[in-house]
């Protein structure tokens, strides 16, 4: 097993050092699906929510949260992001709409947490505007598909 790399050897957090790294072009893509009743999904495909465009709203949600990745998470690094894209993927057959975020950056450590960030951000979005007709709404499979740049190079997500 790997050792935790925001574990110093007296057991204290830290934020890793990358200042030795050189920057690379470093690639993620996440995903996550929220479920919901037929009524609540037309209400966002035929954009009648009361709220007002439901994906749209949950597109900028996404970005933004992208961005704020490391407000967020204590140990996560301020990268300079070169673009962020959100797309909502709905299938009526399940009542659910996939959430696909990708995430590029030419710096010195992942984009990973900032995919996921956005998935997740944009999960909730899509709940909060619509949780007045359906609080059974869930928010599940938040998962990376892909990563690439850095010292690890490619992962791909088995079965993603």
């Known amino acids: 097993m790997k050792e935790f790399t925001h574990i110093d050897k007296k057991g204290r957090v830290r934020m ?32 009648t929510a009361k709220k007002g465009n439901v994906l749209e709203t949950a597109r900028i949600a996404g970005i933004m949260a992208a961005k704020k990745t ?21 299938d009526k057959g399940k009542n659910s709409i996939r959430i696909q975020a ?29 949780k007045s007709y359906d609080r059974a709404m869930t928010i599940s499979d938040i998962c990376l598909l892909e990563k690439s740049g850095g ?10």
């Open 16 to 47: 890793v050092d990358v200042s030795g790294k050189e920057p690379t072009l470093r690639v993620a893509m996440a995903q996550g699906i929220v479920s919901m009743n037929q009524e609540t999904l037309e209400k966002i495909l035929n954009q």
């Open 70 to 90: 490391w407000d967020l998470i204590p140990m996560c690094h301020p990268l300079n992001i070169t673009h962020i894209a959100v797309e909502f993927f709905p």
């Open 102 to 130: 990708a995430v590029r950056a030419m710096d010195q450590t992942g984009v990973e947490m900032e995919a996921l960030t956005a998935v997740s951000v944009a999960g909730l979005t899509l709940y909060d505007m619509c």
């Open 151 to 160: 010292k690890s190079g490619l992962f791909v997500k088995n079965g993603g």
